[in-house]
C-alpha cells in the first residue's frame, strides 16, 4: 500500500478538529452537541483518508 501526503487544506482541516476536541475535554470551549471524541475520530480520519487517497 502507497502512502500519500495529504494536502494541505485536509492536513489544517483535521488538525483544527482535534484541536477543538482537546478544547472541549479541557473546558475551554464550550460543549458541543457531539462528543469531543467523536470530533478527533472525525479529524484523525480525515488526515487518515488524506494520506491514503491520492486526491483528498
Same mark, same amino acid.
Given at each position: 500500500m502507497k502512502f500519500? +501526503?495529504?494536502k494541505q487544506i485536509t492536513f489544517v482541516i483535521s488538525v483544527i478538529l482535534v484541536l477543538i476536541a482537546v478544547l472541549v475535554v479541557l473546558g475551554v470551549a464550550p460543549a458541543l452537541p457531539v462528543? +469531543?471524541?467523536w470530533i478527533a475520530?472525525?479529524?484523525?480520519? =480525515? =488526515?487518515a483518508l488524506g494520506c491514503w487517497l491520492p486526491n483528498l
Open positions: 500519500n +501526503a495529504p462528543s +469531543a471524541f475520530v472525525i479529524g484523525y480520519t =480525515l =488526515l
